[in-house]
């Protein structure tokens, strides 16, 4: 099935250090979500972009809408230790009869050094 | 509110027997997907289904593996004869009409012995 392109594959930082990860597509999409996993968990929703250009912030976190509506990134300032876990990317697309399907990315592992 | 509540959290099966995991979605919500993960891997999309119907299970195997989500009560996905390589993580979000975002639940973690 269909995937984004989601980069890097996995990080390992020193707390304290600034984090990003991006998603690239071929199609466009109507919305950007980003989430993150941790060990044993679902994937909690951190981030929701609805508009091409949209940047958005959730305390730490930064994503953005690529104005191309194929790309979204998420900044993470400042990491700490809790920041460690999967953090995946998926793009909404909407089908005739207005059906939703997520294309999700593979992830990006974040490790953190205390 | 309660999130969407997942049962049961870890389901061990014999190879052979069937697996029934169970997804109740948040309150208001009508639509559900089930995905599976395995190991260090990223999440596979399984099927889309609004209540009484399947909207998109391209990403069902053909057998052994069938979902529904009936007017009432939860989600269920099922799967009959299991074998070893269905060992895996099932999750389910759920999302309300005309929402562009989705809810996961904490999972069901398979074990086939």
């Known amino acids: 099935g269909q995937q984004l392109n989601q980069s890097p594959q996995s990080m390992f930082i020193q707390e304290g250090e600034d984090v990003s990860m991006n998603c690239t597509s071929s199609?466009?999409?109507?919305?950007w979500l980003w989430y993150k996993q941790e060990p044993g968990e679902g994937p909690v929703l951190l981030i929701a972009?609805?508009?091409a250009g949209e940047l958005t912030s959730n305390g730490r976190l930064t994503a953005q809408f690529g104005i191309t509506r194929k790309d979204s990134f998420l900044n993470i300032s400042a990491s700490i230790p809790s920041d460690v876990g999967i953090y995946f990317c998926?793009?909404?697309?909407?089908?005739?009869?207005?059906?939703?399907?997520?294309?999700w990315g593979l992830g990006t592992s974040l490790a953190v050094n205390p | 509110n309660a999130g969407v509540m997942q049962n049961p959290r870890h389901l061990v099966r014999r190879r052979g027997q069937e697996a029934r995991l169970r997804c109740s979605p948040m309150k208001g919500h009508s639509h559900v997907y089930w995905y599976r993960q395995l190991p260090e891997e990223g999440l596979k999309f399984m099927v889309y289904?609004?209540?009484?119907?399947?909207?998109?299970e391209s990403g069902m195997p053909k057998e052994r593996f069938s979902a529904e989500f009936p007017k009432e009560g939860p989600s269920i996905l099922r799967i009959q004869q299991v074998v070893r390589g269905d060992s895996a993580a099932y999750f389910c979000a759920s999302s309300p009409p005309a929402a562009r975002d989705a809810f996961f639940g904490q999972g069901t973690r398979l074990t086939v012995v």
């Open positions: 972009l609805y508009k």
């Open positions: 289904l609004q209540k009484e119907n399947i909207i998109d």
């Open positions: 199609s466009i999409f109507n919305t």
């Open positions: 998926a793009g909404i697309e909407f089908n005739a009869g207005n059906n939703r399907k997520l294309i």
